[in-house]
């Protein structure tokens, strides 16, 4: 038997697991005299995760260990635990504790087990509505302007990152701030990394980034939710990142032939090419399609063939983001999303970069070679 995905707003908020830590990296110490590993709940290029236990208060967590050999790799999970540390918000994961030793940092992180957002709706056993997609775009949307309230750039927003609370809820979490950076909108802000499908064209171009560029992805999330297609996938990297900088889609797929112009006018503000043009966060929220009173919608089911296409595609493909690289290319039109599965290549240093404002330049098409993801 089908269970529809509650089309119901979550009413009030969750007991929070723990109240709310002011943390500090607590340096020389190993993790395991205070919590007991139990069993590793994910791997990738930047540390691997385990469900580990408290032992004074045998409270479940998760614990992620990053290698910080490297001066630099060190810097990038202090920077990490210094934005999270702002981020108390119950629609973003939340900090417990931090610890370094013998050259490895743990990061004990809140503990979601309701699985990828995207894993769940593609589920047999569920109905997506429209209706339900706007629970979970509007609160993606809420903890992303929060975020950016606190002057924080996510960066990395992409399905992967999307978690649901409880396997049969539908609350979710923004997680993985292994990327994010605080921003300050007085400074030229530019970054070398993306995920090809997720990106915005101001970071494949290597211009100045901002709120906006958060903004592209949730658009992104949003049009590949109602329709199960990646709007600028190519048939390789660098073809998707040459659609992604011509900012060219459209509604024309019959996986559209169903949804509503409110849905169709809310991505389109965000899908916009100039940075500056799209939706802030806020704004979304005050958008018809999301907004409290009752909106139009069809009422039908969102098809889920072709998202459930994309997600094992996405299964296929290295889970770990990648560096920018310039390239000269003619773009591609956008490709309708098949599976496949991308060649692997060595893991690039991730580089941000903060300067002083300087003129515009001419945007120039680039590449990322390799897979996508989260770490």
Same mark, same amino acid.
């Given at each position: 038997?089908?269970? +529809?995905?509650?089309?119901? @707003? ?23 005299? #205070?919590?007991?590993?139990? *069993?590793? %709940? ?40 210094? =934005? ?5 918000? $119950? ?6 504790? /931090? ?22 709706? %593609?589920?047999?056993?569920? =109905? ?33 990152? =999307? ?16 990327? /994010?950076?605080?921003?300050? $909108?007085?400074? +030229? ?24 560029? @958060? ?5 992104? %999330? ?28 459209? #509604? ?28 802030? /966060? ?11 009173? $009752? ?5 039908? @089911? ?12 996405? *299964? ?14 003619? &773009? *591609? ?9 991308? &060649? ?15 003129? $515009? ?13 989260? *770490?």
């Amino acid at each position: 038997m089908s269970i +529809k995905v509650d089309e119901n @707003d979550p009413v009030g908020e969750l007991e929070p697991s723990f109240p709310y830590r002011d943390v500090t990296i607590r340096r020389n110490v190993d993790m395991k005299e #205070f919590y007991d590993l139990e *069993s590793e %709940i994910g791997r990738g290029k930047f540390g691997t995760v385990y469900r580990c236990r408290e032992k004074s208060t045998d409270l479940a967590l998760a614990a992620k260990f990053v290698g910080i050999a490297r001066r630099e790799d060190r810097r990038n999970v202090e920077r990490e635990v210094e =934005i999270m540390r702002m981020l108390q918000h $119950p629609r973003i994961i939340q900090l417990y504790d /931090a610890y370094e030793s013998s050259n490895v940092m743990c990061v004990i992180q809140e503990l979601i087990e309701g699985g990828e957002l995207f894993d769940r709706v %593609i589920g047999d056993d569920f =109905i997506l509505t429209e209706k339900s997609c706007t629970v979970f775009v509007r609160q993606i949307c809420e903890g992303v302007a929060f975020m950016h309230s606190k002057n924080v750039l996510h960066l990395d927003l992409k399905p992967e990152n =999307i978690l649901c609370m409880t396997r049969t809820g539908n609350r979710i979490k923004i997680i993985d701030f292994g990327l /994010a950076r605080q921003y300050d $909108p007085s400074k +030229k802000l530019q970054v070398l990394f993306g995920t090809p499908e997720f990106v915005a064209p101001e970071v494949v171009n290597f211009d100045a980034i901002g709120f906006g560029t @958060d903004m592209w992805s949730v658009g992104v %999330i949003c049009y590949v939710l109602l329709s199960g297609l990646s709007p600028f996938m190519g048939e390789t990297d660098v073809e998707t990142m040459a659609n992604v900088t011509i900012a060219q889609y459209d #509604f024309d797929d019959e996986a559209f032939d169903d949804i509503s112009e409110d849905a169709k006018d809310f991505i389109r503000k965000l899908l916009v090419k100039t940075r500056d043009g799209r939706y802030s /966060a806020s704004e979304c929220l005050c958008h018809p399609w999301l907004s409290r009173r $009752p909106p139009l919608l069809t009422g039908l @089911d969102v098809t889920k063939e072709n998202l459930r296409e994309t997600v094992e595609r996405w *299964s296929e493909q290295d889970p770990s983001p990648t560096q920018v690289t310039v390239v000269p290319l003619s &773009p *591609s039109p956008p490709a309708t999303p098949v599976v496949t599965q991308l &060649p692997p290549t060595p893991p690039a240093t991730p580089v941000a970069t903060q300067l002083p404002p300087t003129p $515009p330049t001419t945007p120039v098409a680039t590449g990322v070679a390799g897979g996508v993801g989260g *770490s």
